[in-house]
Each structure stands twice: as C-alpha cells, then as structure tokens.
C-alpha cells in the first residue's frame, strides 16, 4: 500500500542539539511539505518542495532546514537555532501543489 | 484578520443530530477549498474537498457560498465515531492554508 512515513514517533531533544525528522513518500508524489502543529493553532508552514532538488521556506521556517535529494525522502533538521521547537510535526506530500493532501502520523518533538 | 477562520468549539451535541459548522476566509480569489478531520494527536486526513456546486457523502454535506466567502460542513445522524477536530483548509494562491480548527463531541 502507497502511504507516507514519519519517524521517529516521539523525540526528545535536549538543548543546543540538532534533530533530524524523517519523512519518506511511496505515492510518486512531486510535493512534499513540512507542517508544525502547536495546541489551538492551525498547521503552519515550514518547508515545501515541488520537485526534487528544490525547495521553499514557508511561514516559519527560521531554524529549521531540509533536503530533497530524493523524491521519496524529505528530512527536516530542526536546528539548535529554533527557540520553541516542542511541536508536533507532521509531513504531508501531493500531486501538485494545492491538490489535497496525505499526511503522515506525525513526529511530537518534546526539548528536555 | 486570520485568512481562515474557524469556530473552535467544542461543539457538544448528543448523538443522533445534526450539526453544522462554518469556515470563513478572507481571499476572495481562493480557488479550492477542502474538510479535514483530526483526530486526537493524530495526522488531519481529507474528509472531503468542497466544490462550488455543494457535494454530499453520505451524512455529510460540504457547501460554497463565494459571495459571503464561507464554506460550511453538515453532519446528519451523527456518531459517536464523528467526534474530532475538522480543519477548514482554503488553496489561496496555490497554498493551502489552514484554519485551527473545530472540535466536536458528540455525546451517548
């Protein structure tokens, strides 16, 4: 089955300490999407690829980073430069850019 | 003004009615439009995308009124399975942008 995976589940970053999130796509998607969730927010925008080897920052991504090397793969580094970085964290890929999305399960990032 | 805009609830309602909530949004030229469902710390999965002539899955029905730039999501006969967060999600400028969300209890 086509589907999209996150790992870790859980992880807990102490400080100071880069993190990376995995996030691989089986789906042939071209887009692929780094959101963060915070409690009575909506999702906000971190990182978005269309395409392999490209990528955008969204609406929040000072300290964090990405790579698409791949069209499967989409790692998220969360940098010892981002002040807040207890979150869920969810990617999500599509077809193009504004068709609907498939999420993955989600990775909650906890600072110790 | 927040580009999209939700009632975040709760929503109590006892099992069985129905209930209705709306999404506002403040981009006119917006040109699709799209119902989420999250379940708690769970991922957001497409309930249904939402279409200028109104479409209906079986106990839910999605509406577009562009004058008023609202979309609306009833649910009939509703379940206790129904409880959740429903995400109001607009494609403004080919991004998606995201309400907060509307939380919905449904009780026994």
């Known amino acids: 089955d086509g589907g999209i995976t996150q790992s870790p589940k859980y992880l807990f970053r102490k400080e100071g300490q880069n993190v990376t999130l995995s996030c691989e796509q089986n789906l042939n998607h071209d887009a692929m999407y780094w959101y963060r969730q915070d409690p009575g927010q909506g999702l906000r925008l971190i990182y978005y690829s269309q395409i392999v080897n490209d990528f955008q920052k969204g609406d929040i991504a000072e300290g964090y980073s990405v790579s698409r090397e791949k069209k499967e793969s989409f790692p998220l580094t969360v940098t010892s430069a981002q002040k807040n970085p207890t979150a869920f964290y969810l990617c999500?890929?599509?077809?193009?850019?504004?068709?609907?999305?498939?999420f993955g399960s989600g990775t909650r990032l906890t600072v110790v | 003004r927040k580009e999209v805009e939700q009632d975040p609830g709760p929503f109590n309602v006892p099992e069985g009615a129905t209930v209705a909530f709306n999404c506002t949004y403040s981009n006119s030229a917006s040109q699709s439009f799209f119902w989420y469902r999250q379940d708690c710390r769970k991922e957001p999965k497409l309930l249904m995308s939402v279409y200028s002539s109104g479409n209906e899955d079986g106990r839910f029905t999605a509406q577009l009124n562009r004058a008023s730039q609202y979309i609306s999501l009833l649910i009939r006969d509703s379940k206790l399975s129904d409880s959740a967060t429903y995400l109001c999600?607009?494609?403004?400028?080919?991004?998606?942008?995201w309400g907060a969300g509307t939380k919905l209890i449904i009780k026994p």
């Open positions: 999600v607009v494609n403004s400028n080919y991004q998606l942008i």
């Open positions: 999500a890929s599509s077809m193009g850019q504004g068709d609907g999305y498939t």
